[in-house]
């Protein structure tokens, strides 16, 4: 029997339910559905399908893979495993209101497939140089607060990476093709390189992203590291967006391309209709081991090895949490990677071992190294500096040269070249300017303009 005390507290409950029926149902009935697992280890051709408790009258559930060739899952929640891999099963529901349809993120499921042999050799074990002092007589180099090099007229004997592998660089494996048929033949829309005029201007009324900052955590560094994310203002996580990762230069970090406007540059291609609504990823890209100190001098040969490890970084750790915690679109064509100076260096070597996974690979005025020179033996040499013939015509490769260069000097057309002899298409830009953001930013404007098409 009830309580005078417990009657009162029933009637006021009931009486809100009454007077207040759409607070009741979005505060308690919304927030009820949620899915009963949350890892799942699957071997090769099993099936489990994905439980959803309390799910909400009328709503529709909508279960998307991030990693269909792993393990692939249908309407109806059911997951089949395919291969030896990892996924995330991201699960969304979708309800009509009497205003508007609402969508949510319920749920994400992780899946470990096992015990397949994986014909794929992934970039992830490509080979980590190992520093050695190499003694060269270069001019000598400082770096500006924007993280690009400035050379001095003086010639000095600079202590540079000499970056020799553990396993040479041209032993580095090529990505085996996951998805080329589904990749589509890229158009480079025409051979031209003007810019606007105030293609780096905000234009009134329109809402840009802004810069978050993302902490996440390297199985690289074993430790947390953090990255600048720029997402669409209207972001959605029903829907499915492509992805650019941007990285920096030598003396940078995670924020160095603030000082270039990239969701300036990306928004206003975005709202003349040229480039679809894209993420953009600015990682660090110095990536330390665990007990390794950070090098003091920019050009300490410690500081090389530390952005040759991106490759590593970026399969083992970032892009899993991208996919994680963004709704990415699969397939290659969604996938840019693009940089300036260093990361243009990066940028080349990350993306011709990641042809699996990247489809547009950018390099605004790349540093020494993609080959061999005086202090370096090179991530490539110049008969390995090349893309599998089967990935040539679904690639878009674009290198920058600056005019006025004196940092990085020819190499940008020492690598345009190699790839000339090779046979690869490729893109090839010469710009007036030296090493500075005015040629990045053109840079990052000519290539975002034709990647996603």
């Not at 996974?357 to 540093?367: C, M, V």
């Amino acid at each position: 029997m009830f309580t005078n005390k417990t009657k009162k507290r029933v009637a006021i409950l009931l009486a809100g339910a009454i007077v207040l029926p759409g607070v009741v149902s979005e505060s308690f009935v919304f927030a009820k559905a949620k899915c009963t697992v949350k890892k799942m280890t699957l071997e090769a051709g099993q099936k489990r399908t994905i439980k959803i408790k309390n799910k909400v009258k009328g709503a529709k559930y909508i279960f998307k893979s991030s990693k269909p060739l792993v393990a692939k899952v249908n309407a109806k929640g059911m997951v089949t495993a395919k291969k030896a891999g990892k996924a995330v099963i991201t699960v969304v529901e979708k309800r009509k209101t009497k205003k508007k349809t609402k969508k949510k993120t319920i749920g994400r499921v992780k899946v470990m497939v096992k015990n397949v042999k994986d014909v794929t050799q992934s970039a992830e074990q490509s080979k980590e140089p190992v520093a050695t002092a190499a003694v060269a007589t270069e001019a000598a180099a400082t770096v500006t607060p924007s993280g690009g090099m400035v050379s001095t007229a003086t010639p000095a004997t600079v202590v540079t990476a000499s970056a020799t592998p553990s396993e040479t660089p041209s032993e580095t494996p090529m990505a085996t093709p996951l998805e080329t048929a589904a990749s589509k033949p890229k158009s480079f829309v025409d051979d031209r390189f003007e810019v606007p005029g105030e293609f780096d201007k905000e234009v009134k009324d329109y809402e840009y992203a802004d810069p978050q900052t993302i902490t996440y955590y390297s199985k690289v560094s074993e430790a947390k590291r953090k990255a600048v994310v720029y997402v669409p203002k209207d972001y959605d996580a029903a829907k499915e967006y492509p992805i650019l990762y941007l990285l920096h230069g030598i003396g940078g970090d995670e924020n160095e391309w603030k000082q270039g406007n990239p969701e300036v540059i990306t928004g206003n291609l975005t709202r003349e209709g040229k480039l679809p609504e894209t993420i953009v990823v600015c990682p660090n890209q110095l990536v330390q081991v665990p007990g390794e100190k950070m090098p003091g001098n920019y050009l300490d040969p410690g500081r090389f090895v530390m952005f040759n490890r991106m490759i590593k970084e970026l399969n083992t750790s970032l892009i899993p949490y991208m996919e994680e915690h963004y709704s990415i679109k699969e397939g290659r064509d969604n996938h840019a990677i693009a940089g300036l100076s260093m990361g243009g260096r990066t940028s080349l070597y990350c993306g011709f071992n990641m042809l699996d996974y990247f489809s547009y690979i950018g390099a605004f005025e790349p540093a020494p190294g993609v080959l061999p020179y005086s202090a370096e033996e090179g991530l490539f040499t110049e008969d390995t500096f090349k893309i599998p013939e089967e990935y040539q015509d679904t690639t878009l490769i674009m290198i920058q040269q600056g005019d006025k260069d004196n940092v990085v000097s020819d190499n940008p057309t020492k690598y345009h070249k190699a790839l000339d002899k090779n046979g690869v298409p490729h893109l090839f830009n010469n710009v007036p300017y030296g090493h500075d953001w005015t040629a990045w930013k053109e840079g990052l404007y000519n290539f975002a303009r034709r990647i996603f098409q």
